[in-house]
């Protein structure tokens, strides 16, 4: 681990729970850094456990490209929002922090597999997005996918 909890009651330590964030996830921040630079960004995504990967969408060119192409080492962390707490002055909520490195993904199948996917996470019945987009959609031309590969994530409750 990267720090020390001072509340070690608060640390997910389950695998399986932070995997269960991130699947029921809708949106990361990702920071992205270039030589003293900081640059933070929320884009929604799709998780896939087996390849222990996120997977987002954005346009062809842009900030995001450019500090990605300079340092492909990021950050960022899915909050799962469980609400204020009235009269205790506290919030509940579980979030997970990954860290890995980002690329843009090129080939066609997986680009498509890629998009396929956050489309299943992010919308409440896919079947007709999916339809819509279909295989080889023109569509997935007019868009960059980033794959994160992560290589380390912690997770935190709050109550």
């Avoid at 998780?47 to 450019?66: C, I, M, N, Q, V």
């Avoid at 990021?74 to 205790?88: H, S, W």
């Avoid at 979030?95 to 498509?112: N, Q």
């Amino acid at each position: 681990m990267r720090y020390h909890m001072h509340k070690r009651e608060q640390l997910i330590e389950e695998q399986s729970e932070l995997e269960e964030v991130l699947r029921d996830g809708r949106y990361m921040t990702l920071a992205l850094c270039r030589a003293n630079e900081p640059y933070v960004v929320t884009l929604s995504y799709g998780y896939d456990a087996e390849e222990r990967a996120l997977y987002f969408h954005t346009a062809l060119e842009g900030l995001k490209l450019a500090f990605i192409a300079e340092n492909s080492a990021v950050c960022g962390t899915v909050i799962e929002d469980r609400g204020y707490q009235e009269g205790r002055c506290s919030h509940a909520y579980r979030s997970v922090v990954v860290w890995g490195d980002i690329r843009e993904v090129t080939e066609p199948d997986e680009k498509e597999r890629c998009m396929l996917l956050m489309v299943d996470q992010l919308e409440a019945d896919p079947t007709k997005m999916r339809r819509r987009l279909g295989r080889r959609n023109a569509a997935y031309d007019k868009v960059t996918v980033l794959r994160l590969d992560i290589r380390e994530m912690s997770g935190r409750v709050g109550t």
